[in-house]
């Protein structure tokens, strides 16, 4: 599941500045989604790249009598280039039914919200309910069954009534929970175990803003099954092609990247965040081995060294296996003396290449290890999963590597 964070800022949490300055702390925090009236859109584009949700705030009115053009066809831009700008997506319920302005009719077929997201014009993607009572979630979920996302805001709130959208929803839509603080937003994606798709936070202070995007980030992330496996040959070999992974993240003392000769066991290889008398730490670098080797990627495929690029994402990785996704800055491949390194997981034996340096660290039962100083019998952190992969997916087929 992809969780998202958007943001509210629509005339309700006050004037354009105050908006404006709740917007760029999304931008610089990295929110997904941002919400706002109609009249914004062109405004907060303008700002940065951000996916934009609307109000429509009318559309009961622009539902009545669609204007036509001379050919007779219906005019559906018309609406749209009174306000300039298109957003992403258009959302019903603000002034309307689902925010309680208009009551709630006691069949939900006469519902003017409902009958706006059914419309196959795409009038609107979006529903915006707040949860005053029982029929208001039953209101919701009769919405999700329309719409591709279903914003609901707790009045007073308690989660039992994202637990039952979430128990009743399942994947119709994707189920936003409107939060004002960080808090609540680690409780909406965990609730259930599965949580909500995404939450909408209502707040001003930038470090809520940023602190919730966190959340969204620890939420997504998978935490590996590492274990330790025995090593039964450190060897010389040639000089090969070597590949550093230089990332635009700083990595932690712990944290490193997973590689291998095989896709099936990828070792453990430290960052080169240590301070050493005749190298600075770069703490940005992963020494990885050679160009032929995979590294796991934050989807849980892999690629080849080789392959990386700036841009590319790669997955980081602590000694306890929490993971999280790093962007490739530069990739720097240079001839080096290479060792070979063996060990044996679950009577299965893996192997790898990494360069002849004592800078290169990799993770033993004493901690940090130089390869240098590896030797047979000890105990290496690795990542083994019993599956072959062809173009970097896991694939069920018997595929022999050596």
Known sequence: MTRSVWLKAD?????????????????????????????????????????VAAFRTNAETSLIDDVSDDDGEADTDVYDDE????????????NGEGDGTV????????????????????????????????EYEAFAEEAAGEAEYTIVVGEDWTIIPLENLIARIGEETDLIAGVTTAEEAK?????????????????????????????????????????????????????ADRVCVDTGNLMDHDEGMLVGSMSRGLFFVHAETAES???????????????????????????YLSELKSGDEVQVVDSDGKTREAVVGRVKIEKRPMFRIE??????????????????????????????????????????????????EAVEESIIEK
């Open 187 to 239: 409780t909406a994606f965990e609730t259930l175990e599965l949580g909500a798709d995404g939450v909408l936070l209502d707040s001003d202070d930038p470090d809520e803003i940023r602190r919730t995007v966190e959340i969204r980030d620890e939420a997504e992330r998978e935490t590996l099954d590492l274990q330790w496996a025995t090593v039964t040959a450190v060897e010389r070999t040639g000089m």
């Open 277 to 303: 008398p005749y190298v600075a730490s770069r703490p940005f670098r992963v020494n990885a081995g050679a160009v032929h080797a995979y590294v796991r990627t934050p989807d849980g495929g892999t690629k």
């Open 103 to 134: 009551d709630l009719p006691g069949d939900f077929s006469g519902s003017a919200d409902l009958t706006t997201l059914r419309r196959e014009d795409e009038r609107a993607q979006g529903a915006y309910v707040r949860i005053f009572s029982e």
């Open 83 to 94: 306000f300039g700008g298109e957003p992403d997506a258009y959302v019903v319920g603000k």
């Open 11 to 51: 005339d309700t949490v006050g004037d354009w500045e105050t908006r404006k300055r709740r917007i760029t702390a999304g931008l610089e925090a990295g929110v997904d989604w941002v919400l706002v009236d109609e009249g914004d859109v062109d405004r907060v584009q303008s700002l940065g790249d951000v996916s």
């Open 343 to 392: 060990a044996e997981v679950d009577g299965d034996r893996v192997e790898t290449l990494l360069q002849n340096a004592e800078t290169i660290k990799v993770h033993t039962r004493e901690g940090r290890t130089a390869v240098t100083d590896l030797a047979e019998g000890d105990e290496i952190r690795l990542y083994y999963e019993q599956t072959a992969r062809h173009f970097g």
